[in-house]
């Protein structure tokens, strides 16, 4: 189905509750507060409060995640969609009624230099005025990993991006794969030692581009971060992509507000 924009749109009631917020059902290992709501997942109607004022008229995700179902949904029978689709149909759906988002799927796990080669011209042809990029993930997965390659790759695409119309960007590197109970002994060790210095180079590129950093590993303090991954080495569970989105959306509206 598709709205008025043209844009496909998502099974779920913005209004309504969200479905990855699995509400009181009893028993949960989801970390709840006293209301039955995570509070680090988006909480019913405030996507509408977040979202609905944004100054931006044309928004592109993109990046190296890879799109299709996603392990162990919050919702039993329900697959969620992963985080930047989700990030995409809440700009669409509860977004100023103008905005129109294009949300660019990888088939497979693209690492920053394919980003580039492969969805960066699709992007700048949507002319977006705000850009929202998935990135670092599958270059931490990689088999082999440099931080000057990132850095250059990640300046290179936001150059182009500031280079055309995008008045605001967002760059999300990911939550901490090292906590997630999949790693162990020096496996465990190289990729907390890579996350680190994905962390520091994306810091320092977006601060030179003028472009928000959202530093999923910072948001995810506090939480059971085995909770995030699913049983598939690498990959998010539904809740991981659930309170990936959430952190993604506020952090726009707090980008909107201060800009």
Known sequence: MSDER??????HDPAGPDPYNPGPHGPDPY??????????VLRPG????????????????FGGC???????????????????????????????????????RARRDLV????RSRQLAQALAFEADLAVLACGGPDLRARSFDPDVVESELGRILTSLKGATCRGAAVVSPFD????????????????????LLVERVTVVTLRHGAVHIDLMAYEKGLDSKLLWSSQPGRLSGRGHAVAAA?????LAEQARTR
């Open 6 to 11: 043209g844009n496909a749109m998502e099974d």
């Open 31 to 40: 970390g709840l507060d006293a209301q039955g709501l995570d509070p680090y």
């Open 46 to 61: 405030e996507p509408e409060e977040l979202l609905a004022g944004l100054p931006w008229r044309r928004a592109v995700v």
């Open 66 to 104: 890879e799109a299709g179902p996603v392990p162990e949904a919050v919702v039993r029978g329900r697959p969620a969609k992963a985080w930047p689709e989700r990030v995409a149909c809440l700009l669409r759906q509860a977004g100023p009624p103008e905005l129109a988002c294009l949300s660019l």
């Open 112 to 115: 920053l230099s394919e980003v």
């Open 177 to 196: 794969w090292s906590g997630s109970g999949q790693l162990a002994g020096a496996q465990r060790d190289r990729i907390r030692t890579r996350q680190r």
């Open 247 to 251: 952190a993604v959306v506020r952090a």
